[in-house]
Each structure stands twice: as C-alpha cells, then as structure tokens.
C-alpha cells in the first residue's frame, strides 16, 4: 500500500486544462453550426442526386423513427456504394467510393457514413474533411489480413524511418492526412485490424516494413472519436500525429494482453489539445503513451506534445505501463494532466522514459488522483531507454526532466512502488 501526496502546491496544471476544455466547447459549437448549416441546405438538396448517386436524406426531425442518429445535413449507408457486410467480400471500393462522394459536401456541413452491423472486410482507406463515420451496433470493420493490400508510405518525419525498419512504413487501416473536423462513433461498433497474423509475422521476422497503425490521422485538427471499440490493431491502436484539437472518449480499446507486440492504446504524437476521458484499455503494449519523435530527427522536426488531458481511464497493460511518456520525445512534451485513472494487472503504472540522445523535454507534468492495483512498478522515470533510431544519434542531447507533480497516488499490491 502506498500513499503520495504532494502538498506544496508548487505547481499547478489547471490552465492548460482550462484551455483544452474551451478548445472542446468551441467545437461543439461547431458542430451546432453545422448543424443549423445543414437543416437550412435540405431545402436545396431534396430531391437531387449527385453524379447518379441517390442521396438518402433524413434527419431525426424528420424521420424519427430511423435507427441510427444523423449527425450532418445528409447520410449515407455504405450499402449504398455496393458495400457487402458478408466478412468474405473485400468493401475497400465500397468504401473509396463514399468516402469520394462525401468529399463533394464539404462547403455544406459535410456527410455521414453508416456503417449497419455486418462484418465489412476492407483494404486501408482514407478518410475525408467534414466527415462521420457512423458504426451501427454489430457493425464490424474489419482489415485486411493480406500486408500486399496494405499502401506503403513515407517514413514520419520525425522519426527518419518506419519504428521497426529502415524506409517506408505500411499506412493505417483508417488514415487521414491534412483534414479538418472528422468524426468517428457509432453505437459501439468495432474496427477490427485483426492484427493476429502481422503479430505472427512480425514474431516471425518475415514482414520487411513497419507495421501499420488501426488508425492514424496526421497534420489534421478537430477530431473526434467516441463510442466505438478499436481492437486487434496491427500496431499502435490509434496514432494522431502532429495534430490538434483532439477529442477521445468513451472508446473500448482491445488487443491480447500477450503476443500483440506493441499495440500501444492511444499515442497522441506531436500533439497539441487533446482530451482522452471516460475509455477503457487492455492491450499487449502502452495504454497511453504520448510521444514527439525520435533522436535527431524528433529534434530537427521540433514539434511538442502540449496541453494533454487524460482522466477517467481503466487500464491494463500487463507487458508494459498504463500511461507513458516517451520513449520518443525528442520535440518535447509539456503541459499533461492524467488524472482519476485506474491501472491495473500492469508492469508499470505511469512511466516516463527516455535517453541521452532524445534531447527535447519532459516538463509540466501532473499525476493526480491514481489507482494502482496489482502492478509490478508504480512511478517510474526511466533515462536509458537506449533504443535509438541509427548512430547518428547525439549523446550530448540530453533531456530537461523538470516540474512533474505525484499527487494522491493509491496502490494496492504494487510490488515496487
Ligand atoms: C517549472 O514551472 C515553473 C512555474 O511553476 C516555471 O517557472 C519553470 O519555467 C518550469 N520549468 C520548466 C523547465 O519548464
Ligand atoms: C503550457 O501551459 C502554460 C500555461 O499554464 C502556457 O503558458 C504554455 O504556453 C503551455 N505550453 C505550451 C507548449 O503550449
Ligand atoms: C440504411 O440501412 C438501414 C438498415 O441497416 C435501413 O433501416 C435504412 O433505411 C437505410 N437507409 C437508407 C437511406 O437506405
Ligand atoms: C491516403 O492518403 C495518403 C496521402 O495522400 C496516401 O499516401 C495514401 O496512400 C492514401 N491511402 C490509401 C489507402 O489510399
Ligand atoms: C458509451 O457508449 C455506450 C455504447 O455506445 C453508450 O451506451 C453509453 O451511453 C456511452 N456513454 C457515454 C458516457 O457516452
Ligand atoms: C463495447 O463493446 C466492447 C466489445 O464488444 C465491450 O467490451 C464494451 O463493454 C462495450 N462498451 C459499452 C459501453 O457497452
Ligand atoms: C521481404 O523481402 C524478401 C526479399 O526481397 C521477399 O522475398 C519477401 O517476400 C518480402 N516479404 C514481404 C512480407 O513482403
Ligand atoms: C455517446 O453515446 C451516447 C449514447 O448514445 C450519447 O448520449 C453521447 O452523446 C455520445 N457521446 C459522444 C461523445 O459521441
Ligand atoms: C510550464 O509551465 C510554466 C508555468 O505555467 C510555463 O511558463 C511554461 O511555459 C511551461 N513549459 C512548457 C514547456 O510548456
Ligand atoms: C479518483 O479516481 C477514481 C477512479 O480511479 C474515481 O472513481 C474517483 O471518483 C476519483 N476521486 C475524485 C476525488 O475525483
């Protein structure tokens, strides 16, 4: 049992919550906007079709009796686009093709995309601005096993190459890269990576690139995930990178708590704004772990995580810790508040870790009000995760620990506290 306090007060990290919350608030008052944007454009678009498309219009005003919510002026069911929920047929054009047709309703409040319950087996695709992807109850999105299918991309600039392998990297299986004001719920439906056969063969050895993420946004801004299960992700769950205005909650995040090498939770990297509340994690890797680059790279690219809340969790990562910062944080991570968080069955409960050779900073950090159960490590500031990109690191870099705040830390069977 143990029992921390901090008394002092020395330092405080309301503002930046203070800030993340205005930034939420500002969007939902988007969202209303888009809302009245949308009731004034039915008028304009009863009755037409786009490019010999037929548009399903209905709103909950409407047609109360529909099952699933609309969230934007129009929807449409994937089904619509020659989508078979049978978990055998490949959706990957069902798919391009809502995605292409809702890109056209941009200027008016965007579209939604419902995805029914059924299984939808489908290749990596990308997703566009002004956009929900709307998971029925049942809904089941599930990725393709086969890596051939999977894109290949640029390596992230902040890290030089792929985490695992020199060069490019395999792109997510939901991606979406320089986009604005994209919504992803449902009534708890799931994407599925089924990860199993990447984690055999990166066992293996046999995979020549990194693996990919379940799902990646980058250089993209207001975004919001809710109400839906990530699960079995090939890599990291959900990766947003060099993003802002970030908005998770009440997501379920799953993966085998052994052999689903690295399937990280939720890794907000090079991000600014971020509210992560009310999940909950169990994965074979990092619950939470916030990053920003790797070495010289994560250095020259130079972009912090900054303004992070993170509370109300339950989290279990019985090969690594609940929440992290780092290994990579070579453009600094400030400003974070994790608090009223429940870790248990872990190796760690909230870790930092880092190297000679990271540079950047960990500063500005508050644990409040943390509940240990039957984990290995409680606290942990770890300065030799000496995993490094190339040679060509500097070990000069060292990085700034500074102001990090322990208050009201609980444990029960914590072995080493
Ligand atoms: C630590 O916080 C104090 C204010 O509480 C601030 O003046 C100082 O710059 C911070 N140090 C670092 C390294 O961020
Ligand atoms: C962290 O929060 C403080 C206010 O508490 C703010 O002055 C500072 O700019 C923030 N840091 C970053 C990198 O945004
Ligand atoms: C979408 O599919 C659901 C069944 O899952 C159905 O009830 C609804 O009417 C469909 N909407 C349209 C516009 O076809
Ligand atoms: C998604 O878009 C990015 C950036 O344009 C591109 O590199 C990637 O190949 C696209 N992915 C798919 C599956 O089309
Ligand atoms: C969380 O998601 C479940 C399933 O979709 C829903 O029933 C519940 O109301 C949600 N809770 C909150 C707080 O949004
Ligand atoms: C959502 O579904 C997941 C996986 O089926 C389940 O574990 C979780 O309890 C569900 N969440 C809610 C809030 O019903
Ligand atoms: C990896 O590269 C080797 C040699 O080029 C090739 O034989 C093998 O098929 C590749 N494996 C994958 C999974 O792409
Ligand atoms: C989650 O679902 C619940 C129940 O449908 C709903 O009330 C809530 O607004 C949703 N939350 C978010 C953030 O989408
Ligand atoms: C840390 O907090 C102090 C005091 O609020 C602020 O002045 C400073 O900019 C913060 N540091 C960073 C790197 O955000
Ligand atoms: C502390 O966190 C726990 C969840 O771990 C929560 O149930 C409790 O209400 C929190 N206490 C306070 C005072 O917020």
């Not at 205005?22 to 678009?45: D, E, M, N, Q």
């Not at 449902?186 to 599925?192: E, K, L, Q, R």
């Not at 060292?398 to 069977?413: K, S």
Request: aromatic letters at 10%; a neutral charge; one cysteine or more.
């Amino acid at each position: 049992m143990m029992e921390i306090s901090s008394s002092s007060g020395r330092f405080q990290c309301q503002q930046p919550r203070r800030s993340v919350l205005t930034v939420v608030s500002a969007h939902k008052t988007l969202f209303t906007l888009l809302w009245i944007l949308g009731f004034s454009s039915l008028f304009f678009w009863q009755g037409n079709s786009v490019e010999g498309i037929q548009i399903f219009l209905w709103s909950a005003r409407r047609s109360p009796g529909t099952p699933l919510p609309t969230l934007r002026p129009v929807a449409f069911n994937l089904t619509a686009f020659g989508g078979v929920g049978d978990g055998v047929t490949m959706n990957t054009e069902a798919f391009n093709r809502a995605v292409a047709a809702i890109s056209k309703f941009q200027k008016m409040g965007g579209a939604q995309l419902n995805v029914q319950p059924g299984r939808w087996l489908t290749a990596p695709f990308n997703l566009t601005s002004h956009m929900t992807l709307f998971l029925a109850e049942g809904a089941v999105i599930l990725g393709a096993e086969d890596e051939n299918l999977w894109p290949l991309m640029p390596p992230l600039p902040s890290y030089g190459y792929g985490r695992e392998h020199k060069g490019p990297r395999y792109g997510s299986l939901i991606h979406g890269q320089n986009i604005v004001d994209v919504v992803i719920t449902g009534h708890n439906g799931t994407i599925d990576g089924q990860g199993k056969s990447w984690w055999t063969k990166f066992q293996k050895k046999s995979l020549n690139y990194t693996r990919g993420p379940l799902v990646q946004f980058m250089w993209s801004k207001n975004i919001k995930i809710s109400n839906i299960t990530l699960q079995n992700s090939p890599f990291w769950t959900l990766h947003p990178y060099d993003c802002k205005n970030i908005y998770i909650s009440n997501v379920t995040i799953l993966a085998p708590i052994f052999e689903a090498p690295n399937t990280d939770g939720i890794d907000p990297d090079s991000c600014e704004n971020v509210v992560i509340e009310n999940c909950y994690i169990s994965v074979g890797d990092d619950g939470i772990a916030i990053k920003s680059g790797w070495d010289q790279y994560g250095i020259k690219y130079g972009k912090p995580s900054t303004n992070i809340v993170i509370r109300d969790l339950v989290i279990r990562s019985l090969v690594s810790a609940g929440v992290s910062i780092g290994s990579e944080m070579s453009g600094g991570v400030s400003n974070i508040t994790v608090e009223n968080t429940y870790i248990w069955d872990s190796r760690r409960g909230v870790r930092i870790k880092t190297a000679p050779g990271r540079g950047g900073y960990v500063t500005n950090i508050t644990y409040h009000n943390i509940t240990l159960v039957n984990v290995r490590v409680g606290m942990v500031i770890k300065t030799d995760y000496n995993e490094h990109p190339d040679s060509d690191f500097d070990p000069e870099a060292l990085p700034v620990i500074a102001n990090i705040t322990y208050d009201g830390i609980h444990g029960e069977r914590v072995r080493v506290p």
